[in-house]
């Protein structure tokens, strides 16, 4: 059983996100809170949360901040920001604050499903329109943390598939059905791709092969 905690201050949306989630049996939802300090103050009671959906813009404190200060806390929860906005700062901001992933509130039940196996599964996925905009973001000023001493790097011609999908924000099961191979298969790559990268997250794996040129 995969144990969530929804992070969002508007009933209707929650209420959707909650629909969304019903579908699936293998989820379970510990608690709902309706800001970062509300979900800080739940978290307490519910340390065992494997995934946070974390919306951003909430009074009192953002999610933003909240995801900040929760994964300081419990570096083991994941957390998949799921907003309306795919705005340039808030797409940066929430992945220094260590956001694992980032998708957009009009993601289907389905594909909201994979993002969490996806993140769980040490993924870090984004909605394909976040991921082109994060790419084009990187061309222009390279604005993420990360080494300019980086040894030359080579992918094999799979791992250069796999990484021109990943550009494109795609889930790792639909990277599977692409290029048809196993799930499986397209995770052990993408391991292999963060190591030879040496990236944490999928904005710095991006940044390095933009300066590699590998994409």
């Not at 570096?75 to 980032?102: C, L």
């Not at 996925?125 to 040894?151: C, H």
């Not at 080579?154 to 799930?183: C, H, M, V, Y």
């Amino acid at each position: 059983m995969i144990r969530i905690g929804l992070v969002e201050d508007k009933p209707f949306s929650l209420k959707a996100l909650e629909e969304k989630l019903s579908r699936y049996n293998d989820l379970h939802i510990v608690f709902t809170a309706k800001n970062g300090f509300d979900a800080i103050a739940k978290l307490a009671d519910h340390k065992e949360t494997d995934l946070i959906l974390m919306d951003i813009e909430m009074p009192d404190m953002n999610g933003i901040e909240a995801t900040g200060i929760i994964k300081q806390q419990y570096k083991n929860i994941k957390i998949v920001m799921i907003t309306i906005y795919d705005d340039d700062n808030y797409i940066f901001d929430a992945i220094q604050a260590g956001a694992d992933s980032y998708i957009l509130k009009e993601t289907k039940a389905e594909k909201i499903y994979e993002t969490i196996q996806d993140t769980l599964n040490g993924g870090a996925v984004m909605s394909p329109s976040i991921a082109v905009k994060a790419l084009q973001l990187l061309k222009i000023n390279g604005n993420v943390r990360s080494d300019d001493t980086t040894p030359e790097i080579i992918l094999s011609d799979r791992e250069t598939e796999i990484l021109e999908q990943l550009a494109k924000g795609l889930t790792n099961k639909r990277i599977a059905e692409i290029l048809f191979i196993s799930p499986f298969t397209v995770k052990r790559h993408i391991e292999n791709i963060y190591q030879k990268l040496q990236a944490h997250n999928r904005i710095e794996l991006l940044d390095k092969a933009r300066k590699n040129n590998l994409l």
